[in-house]
């Protein structure tokens, strides 16, 4: 498998599994700045520092069985899939279907939604929308959104509990877009969840971190069109302690 680090919320009861590898390239992957959990006490602050070096990458993966292993007599409520990119890894499904047996996990995806997979024993899908000009995406990411679009359509049209989620990047994916995304979000469906996450500076791009307003005016335009509209400012303070098990 792809997995190669778990943290756990214990107060909540939410463990994170995050997958190595990606089908995209995006400018700003939180990952060419940190690969571990940023809410861990070692990682927390550093996500911050415009100087810090891009990391390695990981040393060692987890099979199935060491993952059940590692969860197995521990209090769990949720599972979360995350990475760089869950869905590339084949073993997925399998892991998915295993913890809702044994644990009865809720199991969510957080997905960029380029590769469908199967779903049956997800609960409830997270797409990140990078864009939705097919131009802006094309550039951001260095592949189309047509599929992507499609595929959270699809995965609507299915019955999947879906939420959506954009970067905000200021004088670039900046509030016009993000009122886009909400339009194409609001033909879907208006009830659906959509958060907007201010832009941590990453690598070598000219784009600067964004003020708490500046996220608040995009979810505002996003309101126009959407009924359950969040965002993440950048100056949020964590709700539960995040332990690093691997």
Known sequence: MNV???????????????????????????????????????????IFEESKEVPQAPSRFLDLNEVLEILKGRDISQVIFMGAEPTIDAELPKLAKALHRKFHSYNIL???????????????????????????????????????????????????????????????????????????IAGIDRNIAYRIDAYLPVGNNPWRRPTPIEVEQAAQVARRHLLNVSCLRGDERLEYEVRRIV
């Not at 089908?23 to 070692?42: F, G, P, Q, V």
């Not at 049209?157 to 939420?163: P, S």
């Open 110 to 184: 957080l997905t960029n939604g380029l590769k469908l997979i199967s779903t049956k024993h997800i609960d409830e899908v997270v797409l990140s929308i990078k864009a939705y000009k097919e131009s802006l995406h094309q550039d951001y990411t260095g592949v189309s959104n047509k599929s992507i679009l499609e595929n959270f359509s699809t995965l609507y049209q299915e019955g999947k509990k879906l939420r959506a989620e954009s970067l905000f990047i200021p004088n670039y994916i900046d509030s016009p877009e993000i009122g886009r995304i909400a339009q194409f």
């Open 4 to 46: 190669y680090h778990i943290t756990y919320a214990p107060s909540p009861g939410i463990f994170f599994l995050y997958f190595w590898g990606c089908n995209m390239e995006c400018r700003a992957c939180l990952c060419k700045k940190e690969i571990y959990d940023c809410h861990l006490e070692e990682t927390k602050r550093a």
